[in-house]
C-alpha cells in the first residue's frame, strides 16, 4: 500500500511532523515520489508490512470512538509483528525515545483497521519507524505516526549500536 504524507522539518528538533489529508486514498497513488499542493510537500511512501488491530469496547473512549492513548498500543502491536516477522532477535532491547501521531478520522467499534508498518531509517543506535492506521479496504485514513527507538542493553543500563543482523533484515525486507 502506498501512502501520500505531508512532510515539515522543524529546524529545532530536526523531527518529522505531518498531516494527511483524509480525503487522499492511498489505494489510488502509484507512483512514489513528490507532490506539492498548497505548499505541502507529500511524500509518497510504501507499506510492505500490515498488522491487523481488532478494536475492543474497551479500546473506546466517552464518545464512542476510539481513545488517543489506544493508538499507541496499536503501534506497539503492530512493531512487535514486524519485528517477529523479520526475525529480529528479541534479546535486544529497544527504548521510544520520541513518537508523533497524527490523527486523521476517528476509528469506532465496528471498523476494521490494520497498521502499516516500516523503518524509514537506522542510525547508529536509533529506528525510526513511520506508521499508518488505515481500514482493510486502504480507503480510510485513521492516523499516522512517527516513532523513534534506541536499540538499549538493560543489563549495563546503556544504548547500544543497532545490530548488524537488524540492519541486514530490515534492508532486505524494505529494499526487496
Request: glycine share 6%.
Amino acid at each position: 500500500m502506498i501512502v501520500a504524507i505531508p512532510r515539515v522539518r522543524t529546524p529545532a528538533t530536526r523531527v518529522l511532523s505531518r498531516r494527511i489529508r483524509p480525503a487522499v486514498c492511498p489505494s489510488t497513488i502509484r507512483l512514489l515520489g513528490c507532490e506539492i499542493d498548497q505548499g505541502i510537500i507529500y511524500i509518497v511512501i510504501e507499506f510492505k508490512f500490515f498488522h491487523p488491530v481488532a478494536i475492543r469496547y474497551a479500546d473506546l473512549g466517552t464518545r464512542q470512538h476510539v481513545n488517543n492513548a489506544r493508538y499507541l498500543s496499536f503501534l506497539e502491536d503492530a512493531r512487535i509483528a514486524y519485528g517477529k516477522r523479520l526475525g529480529l532477535s528479541v534479546n535486544v532491547g529497544v527504548i521510544i525515545v520520541d513518537i508523533h501521531i497524527t490523527y486523521h478520522k476517528p476509528a469506532f467499534l465496528d471498523d476494521q483497521i490494520k497498521v502499516g508498518v516500516r523503518v524509514s531509517y537506522i542510525g547508529n543506535k536509533s529506528l525510526t519507524f513511520e506508521h499508518c492506521i488505515v481500514d482493510l479496504e486502504e480507503k480510510t485514513l485513521y492516523a499516522s505516526a512517527e516513532t523513534v527507538l534506541v536499540a538499549y542493553d538493560y543489563q549495563d543500563d546503556l544504548t547500544i549500536p543497532v545490530p548488524e543482523s537488524w540492519r541486514e533484515a530490515i534492508a532486505a525486507f524494505e529494499q526487496g
